[in-house]
């Protein structure tokens, strides 16, 4: 008897205001909800990417698990989140107390308006490379067809 199927999903979490360790905590406990089987990566510390000069440092981290959602409602939910934690958005890149981005969703495509999955720069982020290869290394992008560890060991070391 046939059921409706979970898709894996990797999320990407970031910090930069704020107590940054409380607020991912907060948001895989509230991701735990949402996802079965939710695993976190270990947290890295790195530069703001886009932002301000003098923005603070992000924690970052991926949490990937599978949903029952489908990829619109599991955004609208991360949104959610973001604003329970007091997410603002005065200006692009601006510092944030959380920032969840839908990295991937299965192995789906997804190009519409207010949603690009796999997320459009994940590839080029160390800051998501990084932590999505300790938990998920050898998922396979569907845009460009190499695993998440392949595309870590092809960035430069200062991406």
Do not use: C, K
């Amino acid at each position: 008897m046939g059921g409706i199927a979970r898709v894996p999903v990797a999320i990407a979490l970031g910090s930069n205001l704020g107590d940054r360790d409380a607020e991912l905590d907060e948001a895989e406990d509230r991701l735990a909800v949402l996802l079965s089987g939710a695993v976190a990566s270990a947290r890295y510390e790195t530069d703001s990417v886009g932002g301000p000069a003098d923005a603070p440092a992000y924690l970052n981290e991926v949490v990937v698990g599978s949903t029952l959602l489908a990829p619109r409602p599991l955004l609208e939910a991360l949104q959610a989140i973001e604003i329970a934690a007091g997410r603002e958005r005065p200006f692009l890149n601006a510092p944030r107390t959380l920032d969840l981005d839908l990295i991937l969703y299965g192995d789906f495509v997804i190009d519409e308006p207010g949603l690009a999955v796999p997320h459009p720069r994940f590839r080029d982020r160390l800051f998501v490379l990084q932590p999505l290869a300790e938990v998920a290394g050898d998922w396979v992008d569907p845009v460009s067809g190499q695993s998440v560890q392949d595309l870590l060991d092809r960035l430069p070391p200062t991406a």
